[in-house]
C-alpha cells in the first residue's frame, strides 16, 4: 500500500510572527491544508494526528496538550514526536502502511522569536559531562569543529562555502518564503562566528507552521488527483555523545538516506533522483549531506557544485528553494519545509528549474547538538 501527500499548508516564514501565537499559525496552516486536500474536514474525515515539537522550544512543560485544538484533532487520536516533523511523516506513513489509518494529518510548528535565551537553551541539550562543563558562549562553536574537520579530511576550501552561501541565496529569490535570500551579498564580507563560519555560513531562525496530509492509496484520490507519494522515509539517530561521532561525516544521514532508498527501491541515488531539498543550516552541511544522501562520493560534492551539477538546472539540483540559508530554520518544522517545497515543485506548482521532477529525496537534520537525520524519498 502506497502513501500519498494530499494536501500541504503553511503559514509564517518570517524572522517574527507578531500578532499570532504559534497555536493560531498552526490553525492558519491546517486551514490552508485542509483546503489543499479538496475540503477535508478534520472531524470526520482524520483517522489521527501526528505533531512534532519540542518543549524546550515551547517554554511550556507537556506543550503537546495544546496540539489537538488548533488542527481539528480535540476528542481524536493524537500522537506527539520529540522530533524534527519529517519524522512526523515517518511516523504518519508506517500508521498507515499498518492498514489500521486511511487519513493521517502531520503538524510541525516553531516560533523561535519567543525564545529570549536559546544559546542556553541548546547546550541543555549538550552532553552533561563532556561538553556542558565547557560553559561556551557560542553554541556555532560545535559546528565549526564539524566544519574544520570536515574541510581539512576532504579538501575543502572556505571558496567552496562561498559558492553554497552564493547558490542558495540566488535561488532563494524564487521562494516567496526565501525572506533572507539577498543575491549578491558576500559571505566574506560578513563577520567571522566561530572560524572557519562566517555570519553568511550560518542560517537564522524564522516563525513557520506547516500542515501536511497523508493518505493511504486506497483513498487518496478522493482528496486529491495528483497525490505525491512517499515511497521511502527513514530516520537515524547516531551516537548521542559527540566525542564518538565522526566529526567529518554525518553518519546518521547516509543511514537515513540508505534506509528510505532501500524502501523505494532506489539503487543509484545519483541517476535515479531528480532533486533534493538537503539541510543547510550550515553551509559546509549542504556539502556533507550531499555526499551522506549519495548524491556524490565522499570528498567530491565541493567539485561538482563547482560543475553546476546541483544548481538549479544542474544535473541533479539540490535546495531549489534556497534551503535553510534562504528561509530560515523554523526549528522542528525544517523538514516539512523541505518537503512541502519539494512537493509544490513536483506538482508544478512552484516554478523551479529543474529538467525532470519525478522523483525526489528530501533530508533534514535536527542542529547541533544532534546527530539525528531524516530522508524521505518522494515521487509522482
Avoid at 217 to 224: G, H, I, M
Wanted: hydrophobic share 45%.
Amino acid at each position: 500500500m502506497r502513501v500519498g501527500i494530499v494536501g500541504v499548508g503553511w503559514f509564517g516564514f518570517q524572522p517574527e510572527v507578531v500578532d499570532y501565537s504559534f497555536r493560531e499559525m498552526m490553525f492558519k496552516a491546517a486551514q490552508r491544508a485542509y483546503e489543499d486536500a479538496g475540503g477535508l474536514d478534520p472531524r470526520s474525515e482524520v483517522d489521527a494526528f501526528v505533531s512534532c515539537q519540542e518543549d524546550f522550544w515551547e517554554g511550556i512543560s507537556i506543550a503537546d496538550e495544546f496540539a489537538p485544538d488548533p488542527v481539528g484533532g480535540a476528542m481524536k487520536s493524537v500522537y506527539t514526536v520529540t522530533g524534527d516533523g519529517l519524522q512526523c511523516v515517518g511516523q504518519a506513513y508506517m500508521m498507515i502502511r499498518s492498514g489500521l489509518f486511511d487519513v493521517v494529518v502531520v503538524e510541525s510548528h516553531g516560533k523561535p522569536s519567543d525564545v529570549e535565551t536559546l544559546n542556553e537553551v541548546i547546550f541543555t541539550a549538550t552532553d552533561p559531562i563532556s561538553l556542558r562543563p565547557l560553559g561556551l558562549e557560542n553554541v556555532h562553536a560545535l559546528a565549526a569543529l564539524e566544519a574544520r574537520a570536515y574541510m581539512s579530511k576532504f579538501g575543502v576550501a572556505e571558496d567552496h562555502l562561498e559558492a553554497v552561501v552564493e547558490k542558495a541565496h540566488k535561488a532563494g529569490v524564487k521562494n516567496q518564503r526565501a525572506v533572507y535570500a539577498s543575491p549578491g551579498k558576500s559571505r566574506s564580507a560578513t563577520p567571522v562566528v566561530a572560524e572557519p563560519l562566517r555570519e553568511a555560513d550560518v542560517a537564522k531562525f524564522v516563525d513557520a507552521a506547516v500542515v501536511v496530509v497523508l493518505a493511504s492509496e486506497r483513498v487518496a484520490k478522493r482528496y486529491n488527483d495528483t497525490p505525491v507519494w512517499v515511497d521511502g522515509v527513514w530516520w537515524s539517530t547516531e551516537f548521542s555523545s559527540l566525542e564518538f561521532h565522526d566529526w567529518a561525516f554525518p553518519l546518521h544521514a547516509r543511514e537515513a538516506a540508505d534506509g528510505a532508498y532501500t524502501q523505494a527501491k532506489i539503487a543509484d541515488p545519483y541517476k535515479e533522483v531528480d532533486f533534493a531539498e538537503v539541510d543547510n543550516r550550515y553551509s559546509f552541511k549542504e556539502l556533507q549531506h550531499i555526499e551522506a544522501l549519495r548524491l556524490a562520493p565522499r570528498g567530491t560534492a565541493k567539485d561538482l557544485l563547482a560543475d553546476g551539477a546541483f544548481c538549479p538546472g544542474g544535473r541533479l539540483p539540490v535546495n531549489l528553494s534556497g534551503g535553510a540559508l534562504a528561509e530560515g530554520v523554523p526549528f522542528e518544522v525544517h523538514g516539512l519545509a523541505r518537503l512541502s517545497y519539494a512537493v509544490g515543485v513536483m506538482r508544478g506548482e512552484v516554478k523551479a528549474e529543474v529538467d525532470k521532477a519525478e522523483t525526489a529525496v528530501v533530508h533534514s537534520w535536527r542542529g547541533i547538538p544532534t546527530t539525528t537525520s531524516v530522508a524521505a524519498v518522494l515521487r509522482i
